[in-house]
């Protein structure tokens, strides 16, 4: 019996990926949504485990429905459904689940946890959401923003709020698909400082502003996220407080291009980070990013389980 071991296709931070990788997922994925449901059904045979430490609609649902699409099958973990809620190490559970599943997917509150299930799996990891990062869904929303504006290399991305998970990927992806982005945050919810230093190493155009109205001018597309991610509210109220004055409303839109997109992961918070007339509104594409978390994902299985 050979010894030899391939190292699994990890799907964990967009920044471990060179372009023409994360083109080849978005070319495919696109075909895919093309395609519709007559797609070939490649992963036939194969299943996914998904855990979930942390609450999700969009992440559960289009994980599950995209594998169903593409012929395997998954099997769900709640965080009270497995050993990993009764201490059982993250190394111990990846071993195992690597018997059974071809990939796992994993959302949780630590990317240390992600990161050692990665080192111990012997199938690949998809990163579905840590404290850190949300790959998917940047890989969804770069999608979504070229299919309404072409590409989007040269353009101008404002992210309005909190310097969080979602924002994180948003940079990865500037320096990736060299798009020009623009942060305005509370200094106390800043991005932290090693992810703006990988950036300006990597030629990064980046911009950091304490004023939202500065992010968004010339900008092509405004995005936001909730100010209380899942792991926050003990800090509810100084984050209401030090980010009210980051609401993305008609008034911030109105200094962007007056064709800007407007775009969120969702779930937002009416009211709060943005508001009805902006989310509802003619410049949002909301629904489009989340169906494309479905297409996109369709596209990191195939590049993870090597079916591109
Ligand atoms: N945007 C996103 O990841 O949504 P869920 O939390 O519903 O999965
Ligand atoms: N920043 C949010 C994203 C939810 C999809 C959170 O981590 O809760």
Redo the contacts with the bound molecule.
């Keep these: 019996m050979s010894t030899l071991k391939t190292t699994p296709k990890h799907f964990l931070d967009i920044d471990q990926f060179d372009t023409a990788t994360l083109r080849t997922i978005l070319s495919h994925a696109s075909e895919l949504k093309k395609a519709g449901r007559g797609h070939a059904k490649p992963l036939t045979g194969h299943t996914l485990v998904l855990i979930f430490e942390?609450?999700?609609?969009?992440?559960?649902v289009?994980f599950e429905v995209g594998m169903q699409q593409l012929g395997g099958n998954v099997v769900v973990l709640g965080s009270q459904d497995s050993q990993l809620g009764r201490g059982e190490s993250v190394a111990d559970t990846a071993r195992v689940l690597s018997r059974f599943a071809d990939a796992i997917m994993i959302?949780t509150d630590s990317h240390q946890k992600l990161e050692w299930l990665a080192e111990y799996a012997s199938v690949p990891v998809i990163n579905?959401?840590t404290d850190d990062s949300?790959p998917?869904?940047i890989m969804a929303d770069v999608m979504t923003f070229e299919e309404h504006r072409g590409p989007i290399e040269g353009k101008t991305i404002a992210w309005v709020g909190d310097g969080n998970n979602?924002a994180a990927s948003w940079l990865h992806a500037a320096v990736k698909f060299n798009f020009k982005f623009n942060i305005a945050t509370p200094q106390e919810f800043r991005l932290p400082d090693h992810l703006i230093e990988w950036a300006n190493s990597e030629d990064g155009d980046i911009t950091i502003t304490n004023i939202a109205e500065n992010a968004v001018t010339g900008a092509d597309c405004v995005v936001t996220d909730t100010w209380v991610s899942?792991g926050d509210d003990d800090e509810r109220d100084k984050r209401l407080e030090l980010l009210s004055p980051y609401q993305v409303n008609n008034a911030l839109m109105a200094g962007a291009k007056s064709e800007a997109l407007f775009m969120h992961?969702?779930?937002a918070h009416r009211g709060e980070e943005v508001t009805d007339t902006v989310i509802d509104g003619k410049q949002s594409v909301v629904w489009d990013e989340?169906e494309n978390?479905l297409h996109a994902q369709k596209g990191i299985l195939a590049y993870c389980l090597d079916v591109l």
Excluded: D, F, I, Y
Aim: with cysteine; proline share 5%; hydrophobic share 25%.
């Design positions: 942390k609450s999700s609609t969009r992440t559960r289009s959302r579905g959401l949300h998917n869904q979602v899942m992961c969702l779930p989340a978390r």
